[in-house]
């Protein structure tokens, strides 16, 4: 009998595959979906506020919360929804290269931010650009450039922002960007993958009619108690 893994795009979502929880469990959120304190900033562009493309994702949302095992997933306040532009400092992750070489790891948050705040004053980026969804996934959209300048703005945006926080992630040149839907509590039953890939599909054409460009509001630098609950400190137009 065939593996539904055979040919899934979803294995690494699959109980069949992995062998660790998932690994933002208990750090960023438990097992009731509850999420927890985690101080840190960062640099985010929001959907646009009652806008056709944040109605849009907001069905996708609802049909997923709809699916009889959606327990497997913690999902976030509507509220939050935003694609990450650049990804800042986080409290827990207070190493090199994931903090600047030039402040101390122990500096506070709040400190920290004020720093970068300071340093984006002068900023400039790298221009406006549009962005559509690619694919769906248990935590949310993938998203890319709407055109191959698009694409190349939004890379040149993450690099200025690498200049003038000082320090770049390992992943810096590979971080896929996205906009959360939800966390994974436990990984899928390998039986129902085929179900969420159809639900997925499903959505891919939702978005591709009402939502063929994500309204985004301009880039934002934010600091945040935990991942979903944004304070904006200073747009970037």
Not at 51 to 56: E, F, L
Not at 106 to 116: E, L, R
């Amino acid at each position: 009998m065939t593996s539904i893994l055979s040919d899934s795009r979803l294995n690494r979502y699959s109980a069949a595959t992995q062998t660790e929880p998932p690994r933002h469990l208990g750090r960023r959120y438990d097992r009731s979906g509850t999420f927890l304190s985690e101080p840190g900033n960062t640099v985010v562009c929001h959907l646009v506020e009652g806008s056709p493309s944040q109605q849009a994702v907001v069905e996708v949302r609802r049909r997923m919360q709809a699916e009889p095992d959606a327990g497997r997933l913690a999902f976030t306040p509507v509220s939050s929804l935003h694609m990450t532009l650049f990804q800042g400092i986080i409290e827990y992750r207070r190493s090199l290269p994931f903090w600047p070489s030039d402040m101390p790891l122990d500096t506070d948050i709040d400190v920290m931010t004020a720093h970068y705040r300071d340093k984006l004053k002068d900023f400039h980026g790298a221009g406006p650009f549009q962005v559509r969804v690619i694919d769906v996934v248990p935590t949310g959209l993938t998203v890319a450039g709407a055109t191959d300048e698009d694409e190349r703005r939004m890379r040149a945006w993450r690099d200025a922002f690498a200049e003038a926080f000082g320090y770049r992630h390992p992943d810096h040149d590979d971080y896929v960007f996205h906009v959360t839907l939800a966390y994974m509590i436990d990984w899928l039953a390998e039986d129902r993958l085929s179900a969420w890939e159809a639900l997925f599909d499903d959505c891919l054409g939702l978005l591709a009619r009402e939502a063929p460009i994500l309204e985004l509001r301009p880039p934002a630098f934010c600091s945040f108690e935990d991942m979903n609950h944004f304070e904006e400190r200073l747009v970037l137009e």
